[in-house]
């Protein structure tokens, strides 16, 4: 079963429903507050996590991935009422990640591999969120 660490600026309450799809889903912990992304990146792979889930879609990109055991998924926002419904979707997204790959997935259900050699990799798009003014 993959382990993924939801990122600080992901709901926490989306580990509980990562967690109906087969994934060991936890929530950040309020000791690892203030980790900066290198750090918080190596923290994730010690404490033996598969995947770093965040809505933080520079990650990836700012840290050098090459040789990480650990993928990042980018989350397009952090907000919960747009997240929660499209779990199976996420879900479906970090079972495609392999060590060291940076996937983003967008507003508009599109998701790439944004660190792969000759300017990434398109995945399958998903249905796209559902954003809406309250």
Avoid at 1 to 7: A, E, Q, S, W, Y
Avoid at 27 to 47: D, M, S, Y
Wanted: hydrophobic residues 45%.
């Amino acid at each position: 079963m993959m382990r993924v660490m939801l990122d600080e600026g992901v709901p926490r309450h989306l580990a509980q429903a990562l967690t109906t799809f087969s994934l060991h889903a936890s929530a950040f912990p309020n000791t690892w507050k203030g980790i900066r992304n290198g750090l918080l990146l190596a923290r994730v792979q010690a404490e033996g996590y598969d995947v770093l889930l965040t809505n933080d879609k520079s990650i990836g990109r700012q840290q050098n991935m090459l040789g990480r055991m650990i993928a990042v998924v980018a989350v397009p926002t952090n907000w919960r009422p747009l997240l929660m419904p499209r779990a199976a979707d996420i879900a479906a997204t970090i079972r495609l990640a392999k060590p060291g790959d940076h996937i983003s997935i967008a507003l508009n259900g599109s998701r790439r591999i944004d660190n792969r050699p000759v300017g990434g990799t398109t995945l399958p798009p998903i249905a796209p969120f559902q954003v809406w003014a309250p």
